[in-house]
Nanobody, 121 residues
Framework: QVQLVESGGGLVQAGGSLRLSCAASGTIFSINAMGWYRQAPGKQRELVATITSGGLTNYADSVKGRFTISRHNVKNTVYLQMNSLKPEDTAVYYC???????????????WGQGTLVTVSS
């Protein structure tokens, strides 16, 4: 079984920075894409950023130029560096992995449990 474990959330003032990490555990052979989504109170979950195994990235317009996604393929870990944070970035951030292959199984979607990011004004 594959699990995603996030870390790095917390409380920060507007203009500050945080770095989120997400590590995939299990006997993993490969992961196609990894990324981050977020869900603010009363809103739908939305894409923040994704990165493929080849390093291609995609960002939501609202975070372009402020957030940077990166990945360590050997460690099966994805990171999200968040700079110039705004109160509207406050949300639960979820790690996501697409097309995870282990020695015996294949998982099209795997989600982490979420980590709360709160940006105060």
């Amino acid at each position: 079984q594959v699990q995603l474990v996030e870390s790095g959330g917390g409380l920060v003032q507007a203009g500050g920075s945080l770095r989120l990490s997400c590590a995939a555990s299990g006997t993993i052979f490969s992961i196609n894409a990894m990324g981050w989504y977020r869900q603010a109170p009363g809103k739908q979950r939305e894409l923040v950023a994704t990165i493929t195994s080849g390093g291609l990235t995609n960002y939501a317009d609202s975070v372009k130029g402020r957030f940077t996604i990166s990945r360590h393929n050997v460690k099966n870990t994805v990171y999200l560096q968040m700079n110039s944070l705004k109160p509207e970035d406050t949300a639960v951030y979820y790690c996501y992995a697409h097309d995870v292959r282990t020695v015996v199984s294949r998982y099209l979607e795997v989600w982490g449990q979420g980590t709360l990011v709160t940006v105060s004004s």
